[in-house]
């Protein structure tokens, strides 16, 4: 399944004179995978994939509307509102369309949806530190979903765990893996946006995305890019976990993203640096009796 936009009836020099409105419609599609994600349990009576396009078209045509605004009725705006997969009819109704499927709707479904996306972000993000962090020890970057989750709940009972690793703790571990596995073939692209660092996306989510350039969004899609190359690349320390970000189960970025490495934004996690920091030292110690008996 495809999730991202296509532009089969325009040329790739059009589609790079238009790169930003490609950027805006890719974001408006990642919108609607936060909403109604690709692996959903509904079963044959499924109807996300039609809420998605319609999300996708709500979001473009808001967009067309401020292109609209800005240029005036000109000649090429024909050719932007198909580029955008908006009907004819849909931008003579567009007011009756909003009043059937406005944007304020969209995005207090977002809200709904903010304790559950914040999960699946902060244990991304510890599964990457706690990799970075064995990395560093020479462990080949092992670590594993079970441990991402006990290291943001730590030791303390869930009621009086407040703080871990500088998280807000958003219940106990398994809610944190239980939304992981629901939305796990996009959660390099919730992950992406850095929620615990951008608490706006759910006070005013329509204010973030609309105040969004080509550039954020750009950085934004590079970085779910280097996400998932990394959530698939690393060793997983228990083998009963299996292979606990498959390749085919997280979604490919579109083929025109480039990689890029973000490894040193990444900060190692204190509690696993000590204990590995003991554990190399009680192996050089054992090492070095084990030299003092050979002699
Ligand atoms: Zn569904």
Redesign the pocket.
Known sequence: MNIWPTYHNFSAEFREQNRNLVLYDTLHHIQALLL?HPN????R?????E?RRKIVLSLNLALFERIRKERGNSDGLGMLREFLKIPEDAYFFRENWNDAFPLRFIMKELQQKEVELKRVDQIVWIFLRLAKTSESFGGGGQTSISESARVIQGNLPIKKARLSEGLPILGCDKFYTQNLDKYKSICHLIAAFQLHQNPSIFSSPEAFFTSQTPENIDLTLKRAHWIRHKLITTKITKSKEGKSFPQRVLKELPDWVEYEDFSNTLESVEKKQQELEKESSASHSTSKQQMKCGN
Do not use: K, R, V
Request: aromatic share 10%; proline share 0%; net charge negative.
């Open positions: 109604y959903c349990d509904c079963g009576n499924c109807n996300c994939a809420q």
